[in-house]
């Protein structure tokens, strides 16, 4: 048994068998194969994400610029407020 962590998951591996050398993918993958509970957790939280999508990924420019971050700053300076100084 073998557990790998990929991004937030944590896979669980069962390797068969050993190579002595270095060989294609399509041989590498004959020697192992992932564990059915952690295939289970991978399938279940993709459909999570499907059904309750992060808020951070409705972003659509990522971080604000420099120009962005001075015309915010403009904004809070010039706007109108309902209270007196």
Not at 62 to 71: A, E, L, N, S
Not at 76 to 85: C, G, T
């Amino acid at each position: 048994m073998l557990d790998l962590r990929q991004q937030a998951q944590t896979r669980t591996f069962v390797v068969r068998s050993l190579s002595r050398q270095r060989g294609p993918a399509t041989v590498a993958a004959e020697m192992y194969e992932e564990a059915q509970e952690s295939v289970d957790r991978r399938v279940a939280a993709a459909s999570s994400r499907k059904t309750h999508a992060e808020p951070a990924m409705a972003i659509e420019h990522g971080r604000p610029t420099k120009r962005d971050r001075r015309q915010l700053a403009d904004w809070d300076r010039w706007s109108a407020s309902a209270e007196p100084d």
